[in-house]
């Protein structure tokens, strides 16, 4: 599907435009269509072969967790289980359920404050397509506008990969042998980390492909730096990763802590705790929001692919993580594991100033009361 000289946008091919939308059959303008809770709606049901060009839609609903239980489904080819399986805010780049502006090549969520939701990710499919999105709120979806743009192509290449993602999401625990949440060796020296066994992971297929990159939400409990966890891939069976990252900044292009928006087309912060929204200022405490693209530096794999990353340094940090990882690869793929439920997927709430006082007062109690200022316990 390549053209030399980077001549891709001015290759004329014979293909047919196609669109699946929502627009008013009767020719008026109520351009959407409802969905009651439990209902799930056909986005796209087409033959092949074709390639998916462009998604875009937006959401009329009152549940303040809209983008969490809504889930977006993709079967190609006839396979029984989905080849993308994620809530619909974290596919598209909006986490926690909120709305907040992203941008990237080819993931959005733009104005207005996020709320149109765009892929340009190219989805082929040899045989047969069909795009889902299931409503598992309490709440209907009183309009939901979409547009899905494909093109029917006389053939694809054999060596084409299908487009697939999944959500994960883990509330970790210190996985170190002290268990106490020892970044930065504030309480004893560091610990080691010999294996990915406990790491946060992004995902685990088998089969041929090439991984695209990540959506990764962090929701850290306390205002301690979230980011030294090392990326690690194990590519066709490997016993130790043949990518090992220095730290979780590092594997997204940043470097010393960053705390600051930063959107570039393969990589950025999309969300800092305290900018551009509601939460305080407590060093890296709250929401972040890291991505990164592989489209220039795809990893790529001929049997199988387990990538993961460690949750703070030899994964000793409490956190709420959740991602969803693309990629494209030869079918059958590997079943993904039971979508949490959508109890599990409710975001947790932060801890206030209230549960900071208690914090305080459990410290000062354990050093006998009175004045006790709060750094008696450095070493």
């Known amino acids: 599907m390549s053209t030399p000289h980077g001549l891709e946008i001015a290759t004329l091919r014979p293909s047919r435009n196609r669109r699946a939308s929502s627009y008013d059959r009767t020719g008026g303008n109520a351009d959407w269509v409802s969905i009651a809770p439990g209902e799930t709606l056909t ?3 087409a033959d092949g072969p074709g390639v998916i060009r462009h998604i875009w839609m937006t959401i009329n609903c009152d549940d303040p967790l809209t983008k969490r239980n809504l ?3 993709a079967h190609w080819d006839g396979q029984e289980h989905p080849s993308v399986e994620a809530p619909v805010g974290d596919f598209f780049g909006n986490g926690w359920g909120l709305n907040y502006n992203f941008s990237s090549p080819w993931l959005a969520c733009a104005p207005r404050s996020g709320k149109a939701l765009v892929s340009y990710f190219p989805m082929p499919f040899f045989r047969h ?10 709440y209907p979806v009183k309009s939901y506008y979409f547009y899905v743009d494909y093109d029917e192509v006389p053939s694809l290449p054999e060596e084409t990969g299908l487009f697939h993602a999944w959500y994960n999401q883990e509330l970790t625990s210190p996985d170190n042998p002290s268990g106490r949440e ?3 060796s504030l309480l004893h020296d560091y610990e080691v980390n010999p294996t990915d066994a406990h790491n946060y992971l992004w995902m685990d297929t088998t089969g041929q492909g090439q991984f695209l990159g990540v959506n990764a939400y962090y929701a850290n409990p306390g205002p301690m730096w979230w980011g030294e966890g090392d990326d690690m891939f194990l590519i066709d069976g490997e016993n130790w990763p043949g990518l090992h990252g220095t730290g979780s900044e590092d594997y997204f292009n940043q470097s010393w802590s960053p705390d600051e928006r930063f959107d570039h087309p393969c ?3 999309a969300r800092i705790p305290g900018i551009d929204n509601d939460e305080p200022k407590w060093g890296w405490f709250g929401r972040t929001h890291c991505y990164r693209f592989h489209h220039l530096d795809p990893i790529r794999f ?4 387990r990538a993961s990353i460690e949750h703070g340094h030899a994964n000793c940090l409490t956190m709420e993580m959740a991602s969803v990882a693309y990629w494209y690869q030869t079918l059958p793929g590997k079943p993904f594991p039971a979508l949490p439920t959508r109890d599990a997927r409710k975001p947790r709430e932060l801890p206030t100033v209230s549960d900071i006082h208690r914090w305080r007062d459990a410290f000062v ?3 006998g009361g009175g004045s006790v200022w709060g750094s008696e316990g450095r070493r």
Do not use: V
Request: no cysteine; net charge negative.
């Open 365 to 367: 109690t354990s050093h």
């Open 43 to 45: 986005l796209l049901d």
């Open 129 to 138: 397509a069909r795009i889902t999105l299931e409503n598992q709120s309490e």
């Open 267 to 269: 990589f950025g912060t």
């Open 71 to 73: 889930i977006l489904r």
């Open 182 to 184: 020892n970044e930065w």
């Open 302 to 305: 001929q049997e199988s692919l």
